[in-house]
């Protein structure tokens, strides 16, 4: 099996690159060590950041993911803020704001950062489109899943499994595995 390490400290995001990159023979071993997070209004310099960073200061190899929610109707909110609003504001405050809107699409996106000691970080991104629910549902999943209605179910009502067949996630780790064959 090949190692690989996942800097984070996201129990949610890294349960799920554990299990997806796993099913492709590869053992991910979490460093919680973190690592500088740019203020951008992009989330692929967040990462290319945080991978260089976080590998030269461990010497390895390293990948990190930044993520978001990005809400059409609020012009992309909370989008590179997705962590500020879910720790100070969290989902119920999130339904506040969309209360009467309509326009309810929204796109989660993930970035993976990879770097190697001395070399240039590389990001890779998937996105997956959805709609923002009209209230929580689903004990599955962490942060904004349960209110990320994707085809009529939140992913947090789907479960890692299912969510980890369609995610943002997945689709930049595709991309990732792609690149490094
Ligand atoms: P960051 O990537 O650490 O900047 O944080 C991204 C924010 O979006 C955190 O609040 C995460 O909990 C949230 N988030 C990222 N990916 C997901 C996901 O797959 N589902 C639900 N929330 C997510």
Same mark, same amino acid.
């Given at each position: 099996?090949?190692?690989?390490?996942?800097?984070?400290?996201?129990?949610?995001?890294?349960?799920?690159?554990?299990?997806?990159?796993?099913?492709?023979?590869?053992?991910?071993?979490?460093?919680?060590?973190?690592?500088?997070? +740019?203020?951008?209004?992009?989330?692929?310099?967040?990462?290319?950041?945080?991978?260089?960073?976080?590998?030269?200061?461990? %010497?390895?190899?390293?990948?990190?993911?930044?993520?978001?929610?990005?809400?059409?109707?609020?012009?992309?909110?909370?989008?590179?803020?997705?962590?500020?609003?879910?720790?100070?504001?969290?989902?119920?405050?999130?339904?506040?704001?969309?209360? %009467?809107?309509?326009?309810?699409?929204?796109?989660?996106?993930?970035?993976?950062?990879?770097?190697?000691?001395? %070399?240039?970080?590389?990001?890779?991104?998937?996105?997956?489109? %959805?709609?923002?629910?009209?209230?929580?549902?689903?004990?599955?999943?962490?942060?904004?899943?349960?209110?990320?209605?994707?085809?009529?179910?939140?992913?947090?009502?789907?479960?890692?499994?299912?969510?980890?067949?369609?995610?943002?996630?997945?689709?930049? +780790?595709?991309?990732?595995?792609?690149?490094?064959?």
């Amino acid at each position: 099996m090949r190692k690989i390490v996942f800097v984070t400290g996201n129990k949610g995001k890294f349960r799920e690159v554990k299990d997806i990159l796993a099913s492709k023979g590869f053992e991910v071993v979490q460093n919680t060590d973190g690592y500088p997070e +740019l203020q951008e209004d992009t989330l692929e310099p967040i990462a290319a950041y945080g991978a260089k960073w976080a590998s030269s200061k461990l %010497g390895l190899p390293v990948i990190v993911d930044d993520s978001g929610l990005f809400i059409n109707a609020l012009n992309g909110f909370p989008g590179p803020y997705s962590a500020f609003v879910e720790k100070n504001l969290g989902n119920s405050r999130v339904l506040k704001v969309m209360e %009467g809107e309509t326009e309810r699409s929204a796109v989660f996106k993930s970035v993976i950062g990879y770097c190697e000691p001395g %070399g240039e970080p590389l990001t890779f991104t998937g996105t997956v489109k %959805g709609n923002i629910a009209f209230e929580e549902l689903g004990a599955g999943g962490f942060g904004y899943d349960p209110i990320f209605d994707y085809n009529g179910k939140t992913f947090g009502e789907l479960g890692d499994e299912v969510k980890n067949k369609v995610s943002h996630r997945r689709r930049a +780790l595709d991309k990732f595995l792609e690149w490094l064959e």
